[in-house]
Nanobody, 119 residues
């Protein structure tokens, strides 16, 4: 239902742009966001954005990452600049929306995309 892409291997100081598209099986999407999980650590919120464009960032990425979305395309982006080795993690996108199958609102996750930052 959510398809993430854009991960990869980058050197410290480099940039990557993640994208996540929500399929048409989900509609009436409110907040969208990106989370990450590093090996041995809990999943944490990286950034979120409301349908109206209000954003929220983890302290560790503020000023380096930018979240944006295209409501017409049901797509959320994460521009990551000045990457650090500690940003290495699997990044997951998330959307709060309504399932066409059940007509119930829920939280939906993408499959994750790996970001590796080398020092």
């Amino acid at each position: 239902q959510l398809q993430a892409s854009g991960g990869g291997l980058v050197q410290a100081g480099g940039s990557l742009r993640l994208s996540c598209v929500a399929s048409r099986t989900i509609f009436s999407i409110n907040a969208m966001g990106w989370y990450r999980q590093a090996p041995g650590k809990q999943r944490e919120l990286v950034a979120s954005i409301t349908r109206g464009g209000n954003t929220n960032y983890a302290v560790s990425v503020k000023g380096r990452f930018t979240i944006s979305r295209d409501n017409a395309k049901n797509t959320v982006y994460l521009q990551m600049n000045s990457l650090k080795p500690e940003d290495t993690a699997v990044y997951y996108c998330n959307a709060d929306g309504v399932s066409r199958a059940t007509l119930g609102r829920g939280s939906y996750w993408g499959q994750g995309t790996l970001v590796t930052v080398s020092s």
